[in-house]
């Protein structure tokens, strides 16, 4: 089996890159996986793994080899792991996996589909926290509008805890979304202050997506011009909004309410 112990090594060199740049995963279509459990959930997602790197100390070479399926097995030691790792609490083996199509065409949903759409969210911290809620409420998918983070920033993949793999996701402009949604007759439900009607009273029991913008900004025109209905959340207290992350989970678990869960 091979073995790396150097940091100066050309492939953990551009590993590093992958962890640390976005064009170098868009060049390679290639990025890193931290963990046990979120290369499981991503291998049982469907993302197929090129390479599986472990630290014997942490990772008995048993455990890398059912981890790894069909991917080349390498033996780092401590001093490499540390370079590459970037959580705190680690467990040892990092996976090297192909990035998937995140096309709109790509899309399987069913007869009737509950989606969410999130116009350029930037913290990688929030689409986390979404992705980890269209989980919980098994989705359709997620849509990214006019994405401003690459989907593969560790950040995410951190901050999701494996929900990256576990939904369905595609990245498109907002007119394309827009587009996409009317030739498949889906409803859509955007969260904004402008000329809204409280949520709870929309029907979402039909194929429905809610689209949610950022906390600074909110969502564009288009959005709004263009919805279904546009919906707001009542507030009670001082403030006019609240974190997207929480706002999309109220909204998602109305509908889901609504369609018996």
Known sequence: MKQITSIQNPFIKSLVLLQEKAKARKQSGTFLIEGKREISIAIKGGYEMETLLFLPEICSEAEARQL?????????????????????????????????????????????PLILVAEAPEKPGNIGALLRTADAANLDAVIIANPKSDLYNPNIVRSSVGCLFTNQI????????????????????????????????????????????????????????????????????????????????????????????
């Not at 995140?102 to 007869?111: F, H, M, N, P, T």
């Not at 997207?244 to 509908?255: D, G």
Request: charged share 25%; aromatic share 8%; net charge negative.
């Open 68 to 112: 790894s399926k069909n991917a080349e097995l390498i033996e780092i030691n401590k001093e490499v792991y540390q370079k590459l790792a970037y959580r705190d609490t680690t467990e040892g083996v990092l996976a090297v996996a192909k990035t998937k199509s995140l096309q709109l065409s790509d899309l399987k949903l069913s007869e009737n």
């Open 170 to 261: 595609a990245t498109g402009t907002t007119s394309e979304i827009i587009a996409f949604l009317k030739e498949r007759k889906i409803n859509f439900y955007c969260a904004t202050l402008q000329n809204s009607t409280s949520y709870h009273t929309q029907d979402y029991t039909t194929p429905t997506a809610l689209v949610v913008g950022t906390e600074a900004t909110g969502l564009t025109e288009e959005w709004r011009k263009e919805a279904t209905q546009n919906i707001i959340i009542p507030m009670q207290g001082e403030i006019d909004s609240m974190n997207v992350s929480v706002a999309a989970a109220i909204l998602i678990f109305e509908a889901k309410r609504q369609r018996g869960f």
